[in-house]
């Protein structure tokens, strides 16, 4: 006897998860997720819920603190904006390298397929759409941007660390006067500035890196002009080849500052709105551990300042744990900083040990008890090895942000010195605010990050 099989199609059709879910917490389900990551906090719930009632507007800004999960909570709203608008990429900023790793690593733990920029060519799958393309900061503000160059327009921003973002996107709008040109530059200004404030000029004539000036606006303007046919010379070469071209338009409208090592010249408000990729996307969703400045989102990144009215912060976000916080000149004046140097040097021998220090020449007391000073690209080799191993006794110079150091990592953290910022204009803003509440503000917001 003969027996017709007939099978029905439409009801695997129908059992199939929809291509878009109608919330967060939903496409999450649908992931693919390793064990160590099948469920989610209350904390990264909530956010989640809260996200699906802002899935609409284009600027959104959460918060969350450092180890609740904030890079999930972004991939997985990535993923959504990815979904809703097939076809177009999709991009994750993170502020350094070693952070950009970390997002790539949890996208691959929880199912979400991501790519970051290969050493040479594009990421062609992410450009299509197919994945989520995670990069840094620097390289879609530079003023060399691939996405300007080839005319990539993402649908959505997801921006990680954004208070630390802020700092990378000004720094590709402030140029620093090359050295071969310094002394031109001088020439320049001196006759019309020197008589101003003969003290910081005669400290800057003596190669002081702690004299510094600023320009005052109504001299820049005479002279900016010809400060741009100076510089325009080394617009291809470092370190103009990247910044000069966000800056020399608008020109005029800079700040210059110069010390006895060096000068700049710097946009207040990055005029961000003419890098197109980031001007003319949907969706832009600002993540940060600390939300105290939000000033800084709307002044640097053209956030919509209705944004702020909506921020995202979820009750349920309890922090990463407790902490004991030791503040050495207040529990004993008479403390001597070689004193805690040498005790630190002792307990690296049994966990890492990492201090933080507002310059190069603070690290000196640090080294002498036998750290290894870390700076610039280095710190990030640095994090890799905490990472990996113990009993290390590191000091990073001027390195606040972008530094994530979970569990064994780092155990005892030393914070030396104020952060001031990389920048002569930093050094300039922090002297004349040391005693104002903004300059407060921004000292906690970046110890919480």
């Not at 140097?341 to 201090?355: D, G, K, S, Y």
């Amino acid at each position: 006897m003969k027996r017709n099989l007939v099978l029905d199609f439409a009801s695997l059709v129908k059992n199939k998860p929809a291509e878009v879910p109608p919330a967060l917490g939903e496409l999450f389900k649908q992931l693919d997720r390793k064990t160590t990551h099948t469920s989610l906090r209350p904390a990264q719930l909530a956010a989640l819920a809260a996200l699906d009632l802002q899935l609409s507007e284009r600027d959104v800004i959460m918060k969350l603190s450092t180890g609740s999960g904030k890079t999930v909570v972004g991939l997985v709203y990535a993923e959504m904006m990815r979904r809703k608008y097939k076809g177009e990429p999709v991009v994750y900023l993170c502020p350094t390298k070693q952070l950009l790793e970390q997002v790539v690593a949890s996208g691959k733990a929880i199912g979400i397929a991501v790519e970051s920029f290969p050493e040479s060519g594009l990421p062609y799958s992410a450009l299509s759409g197919d994945c989520v393309l995670v990069c840094t900061y620097d390289k879609l503000f530079n003023a060399k941007s691939v996405f300007e160059t080839k005319s990539i327009q993402p649908s959505a921003f997801i921006m990680d660390d954004v208070h630390a973002g802020v700092d990378r996107v000004r720094k590709y709008f402030t140029a620093p006067v090359p050295s071969q040109y310094f002394s031109d530059f001088l020439k320049l200004l001196r006759p019309l500035c020197e008589h101003t404030d003969k003290a910081t000029w005669a400290g800057i004539d003596q190669r002081d890196a702690g004299s510094t000036y600023e320009v005052p606006y109504w001299i820049w303007s005479r002279v900016s002009d010809s400060v741009a046919e100076l510089l325009d010379a080394g617009k291809n070469e470092d370190p103009l080849v990247f910044k000069w071209g966000n800056i020399v338009r608008y020109i005029e409208l800079a700040r210059c500052c110069i010390s006895g090592t060096g000068a700049e010249i710097a946009l207040h408000i990055p005029p961000v709105e003419d890098v197109q990729a980031y001007a003319n996307a949907k969706h832009r969703l600002f993540m940060s551990a600390s939300i105290k400045d939000m000033s800084s989102l709307i002044t640097a990144l053209d956030c919509d300042q209705t944004a702020c009215g909506r921020l995202i912060e979820p009750a349920e976000d309890e922090g990463a744990g407790e902490r004991m916080i030791l503040p050495i000149s207040l529990i004993n004046p008479e403390s001597k900083k070689d004193e805690i140097a040498c005790a630190c040097q002792q307990l690296a021998t049994q966990t890492n040990v990492v201090v933080l220090t507002s310059s190069g020449s603070q690290a000196k007391v640090w080294t002498e008890a036998g750290a290894t000073l870390h700076k610039g690209t280095n710190v990030d080799n640095a994090i890799d090895l905490l990472r990996s191993s113990n009993g290390n006794f590191f000091v990073f110079a001027q390195r606040f942000d972008g530094v994530d150091l979970p569990d064994n990592a780092c155990r005892i953290l030393v914070i030396d010195g104020v952060p001031r910022g990389d920048r002569i204009i930093d050094q300039v803003d922090a002297y004349r605010q040391k005693n104002s509440p903004e300059y407060d503000v921004r000292t906690v917001n970046k110890f919480e990050q």
